[in-house]
């Protein structure tokens, strides 16, 4: 929670700045109202991200809320905002912050359809805003699992950022402490791996638990082609 | 057509062939002394046709079209960009591209290429943000990427050596660092996700690593004729693909968080060569 409380100043500090300044465009455009010099990197980045009207932040956001809601960072994300791997106790803070704000799904999780899942994981639409928005209305979000992950062995286009997931179920069967597992990393990974690359899926509310399900399946069912 | 722009240049030019900074190399040459270099980058390696097709690279053809643009007399001042000053002076332009950003006494900031040349436009020629010149930022038939590609070419083969020498510069550079690291968004994403590491791939395209100057200075090198768009495209079409992929925030054109992260992008290939124009998957 250390990391929260500091951002939390900066951004007070940020903001008083703004104010000397009278808010009138953003400060380079009149020159020395406001020394830039005298701010940390990091209180001038966070000024430049909210207080510079450099983003289309009016914009709706599919999730609900605006654009500038995407840009401020929340606790886990503010803590992982650094270059390499964390230091143990920011590692520490950031599995707690997880374990918090860990929801399971109402009945416990649970195997979907792993057909549902398999397109689902090669899916990379969703959530994009900016120049061009995609419409939920017309086209449902995907995991974009494919983008990182090996997943079915046949499937050549994957990507390495994350592990190789061929076989995953395989070697480890259904048992509830495996679901129950696999829910935890798809939905809060950081309580596992603090400060991985990997999105929330379901904190973020970018998949449904449905959704979560499926994919899960496509990931342990034994019938599918991951685990072949 | 665009055998008469490198005719045009100086010959000492056109022949320097070693890789020495602050000397003008085709993009050719410089590319080839990357993929020597560096056997084992997967990342600059990846496309053996573009590769192929660096030499009759297709953005070169827009050289000699932001060359009639730069010295035509246009705008409702009926002037040319003669007098816009990137840097090195007014209408000069070697080595200009790969020293920016950079902070301008007349307007008192640091800007980046791109809001320079828009601001040039403005000033000098007297265009509005809603005449074409001016509004129209992408794609080939677009008088900014016909510019940015014939500005950047007269760079071609010289380091990266943005200036910081200015507080402001040194501000905005340290300020992009933190930008390349904030993590935001509906995926948790930052810039170091998909280029912390050499070698990862992303699907089938490989991605450069920032940390590593000899991947990240092909990384960086925009305009650059992007195949897959069979358009000419800048560092600031680069950074709003990223963010769109990224469920961040759209950024806007001409504003100081594309500066910043402009500023931390070029002072990251420091020293090693662009490639102008460039040729990308």
Sequence with gaps: MLSNKTVGASLAIVASTALIAGCDGWMGERGGEVDITAMTAEEYAEYLVLETDSYSFEQEA????????????????????????????????????????????????????????????????????????????????????YACHQMDPAEELYGTLGPSLAGYGATRGTDSSVVNYVHQVVSNPHQYFPCTKMPRFGHNNFLTEEQIAHVMAYLLDPESPVNQ | MFKKALLALPVAMAVGAAAQ?????????????????????????????????MPDNPALWLIDEGEELFYAERGPNNVSLEGCDFGKGPGELE???????????????????????????????????????????????????????????????????????????????????????????????????????????IRASVLPEMRNGQEWTKAVSWPAHRAGHDNVRSQNHRIRGCVWQMRHAGIKADTPVNTALISFWNDAARGEPAVLPDLKR
């Excluded at chain 2, 050719?28 to 192929?52: F, G, K, T």
């Excluded at chain 2, 040349?117 to 930022?137: I, N, W, Y």
């Excluded at chain 2, 380091?159 to 509906?186: C, I, K, S, T, Y």
């Design chain 2, 95 to 201: 080595g200009a591209y790969v020293e920016l950003p950079r902070y301008f006494e007349d307007t008192g900031k640091v800007m980046d290429f791109e809001m320079r040349l828009v601001h040039c436009m403005k000033e000098l020629q007297g265009f509005t943000s809603d005449d074409p010149a001016v509004a129209r930022r992408h794609g080939n038939g677009s008088d900014i990427m016909q510019l940015t590609t014939y500005i950047a070419h007269q760079s071609s083969g010289m380091a990266w050596n943005p200036p910081l020498d200015h507080p402001e510069e040194q501000a905005m550079r340290d300020a992009g660092e933190v930008l390349f690291f904030r993590r935001g968004g509906a995926m948790d994403f930052n810039c170091a996700s998909c280029h912390g590491d050499s070698g990862k791939q």
């Design chain 2, 21 to 53: 900074a602050g000397e003008w190399q085709d993009p050719n040459d410089v590319l080839q002394n990357l993929l020597q270099n560096n056997p084992d980058s997967a990342y600059l390696h990846q496309s053996e046709m573009n590769i192929m097709m």
């Design chain 1, 62 to 145: 599919q999730e609900g809320g605006s654009a500038r809601d995407r840009m401020v960072q929340d606790g886990i994300q503010a803590a992982c905002s650094l270059e390499g791997e964390p230091d143990a106790d920011t590692a520490g803070e950031v599995i707690a912050m997880a374990r918090e704000s860990y929801e399971e799904p109402p009945g416990g999780p649970r195997l979907g359809n792993w057909r549902r899942g398999a397109e689902l994981a090669r899916s990379g639409y969703g959530y994009r805003i900016g120049h061009r928005n995609d419409d939920h209305g017309t086209r449902e979000p995907g995991g974009n699992c």
